[in-house]
């Protein structure tokens, strides 16, 4: 008997999912769903085993209605009604097929049982599934089992919340609790005294990533106005995405070991300082007034110059060594990391 039930999309259902939030669809991408149930082949299933397709379907029907959960505004809760007329069959698995037929959702159920309508039995089921939205990537929903199933008029009569905690999918990391979790936007960067990122989020590394193993990182890249093409990252605008080799990869903008300025944005304060645009190191042009002493030899004003602390030649205030040696002109500065979101 699996130990959780919960709900897992799809490479494909990440990658419509993904656009279907760039483009602000997720109501068309979701109208004209399919709900499939399946018997599990007799044997209780985890959904990472159904993504190409259920063990055994019993029954198909339309997706009845769908809506964001009044307690998570990043779930979306899509449910369907078995009627009292179908069965007998058993219920383990479900998934859900888009209007492309799809497959994009696929969970476990515990075992559930669909009476024979001709027994005298007749069994209407209110069926629920689970999809995190605009902070999703690739989390699942887990649900309370008391509340995954049951009758319409129950339903109708006593509106239940569903508790409900996430995981991630297990090929990127372990599971998390998100229970007043942040709801920070896929791309938020944020800055902590540690090397080592936090759940759901990435060192702003540089790093060539595979598009469809990042979507919502891939959608918001594209979504932000600083996408460059490889070359141009290549050249310094490591502040920026790139669309790494055109097809298959992007990049991530590159943070470590540099500062970080505001673009200028049209202000004029800083025409150099241009949206994902590396900025070495620099001086601002500048004179300093220097005091000189010379030492006397054949007459006044005639002589050589004599670095020396001591009263003749020229004196110096300081020099290079003085203040720490250094590779760079630097103020005083604590060093940490920053991460980017990606789900």
């Known amino acids: 008997m699996s130990s959780t039930y919960r709900w897992l999309l799809t490479p494909s259902g990440l990658a419509k999912r993904a656009r279907a939030e760039v483009s602000g669809a997720i109501s068309a991408w979701l109208t004209g769903a399919t709900f499939l149930v399946g018997d599990g082949g007799g044997v209780d299933q985890e959904p990472e085993n159904l993504v190409a397709g259920l063990v055994r379907q ?20 899509i449910e369907t009604v078995i009627p009292p007329n179908v069965g007998p069959f058993d219920i383990r698995e479900a998934g859900i097929l888009d209007a492309d037929n799809a497959l994009i959702l696929v969970g476990n159920y515990p075992l559930t049982q669909k009476p ?3 027994s005298g039995g007749q069994k209407e089921i209110l069926l629920r599934g689970g999809l995190i939205v605009s902070n999703g ?31 991630n999918n297990a090929s990127i990391g372990g599971p998390y609790d998100l229970a007043g979790s942040d709801n920070t936007p896929v791309g938020t960067m944020i800055y ?5 990122p936090p759940a759901r989020y990435r060192k702003v590394n540089g790093e060539l990533l595979v598009r469809t193993e990042w979507p919502l990182l891939w959608a918001e890249a594209q979504a932000s106005g600083n996408l460059v093409s490889e070359v ?16 298959v990869s992007f ?11 505001g673009a200028d944005d049209g202000r004029g304060l800083a025409a150099d ?15 300093h007034n220097v005091g000189i002493w010379t030492v006397g030899v054949g007459g006044a004003g005639v002589g050589s110059f004599v670095d020396s602390n001591a009263g003749s030649g020229y004196k110096r205030t300081a020099q290079s060594g003085d203040y ?4 760079e002109t630097r103020v005083k500065a604590n060093i940490g990391s920053w991460f980017i979101k990606y789900m």
Not at 59 to 73: A, C, D, E, H, K
Not at 239 to 244: C, F, N
Not at 251 to 261: A, C, K, L, Q, S
Not at 273 to 287: E, F, M, R
């Open 58 to 77: 019993v029954w198909s029907g339309p997706v009845t209605n769908f809506y964001l959960s009044p307690s998570n505004p990043f779930l979306v809760i």
């Open 116 to 118: 024979d309508p001709a």
């Open 137 to 167: 990537g690739d989390l699942v929903l887990q649900m309370d089992t008391s509340l995954v199933m049951a009758t319409q008029a129950f339903v109708e009569a006593y509106a239940a919340p569903i508790n409900h905690t996430h995981q």
């Open 192 to 196: 902590m005294p540690r090397l080592t």
């Open 232 to 247: 141009q990252w290549q050249a310094g605008q490591y502040g920026a995405y790139s669309t790494g080799d055109g097809n």
């Open 251 to 261: 990049r991530i903008p590159d943070y470590r070991g540099v500062g970080v300025r």
């Open 273 to 287: 300082c241009q949206l994902g645009l590396y900025t070495p190191d620099a001086i601002k042009p500048h004179a």
């Open 324 to 327: 720490g040696n250094a590779a």
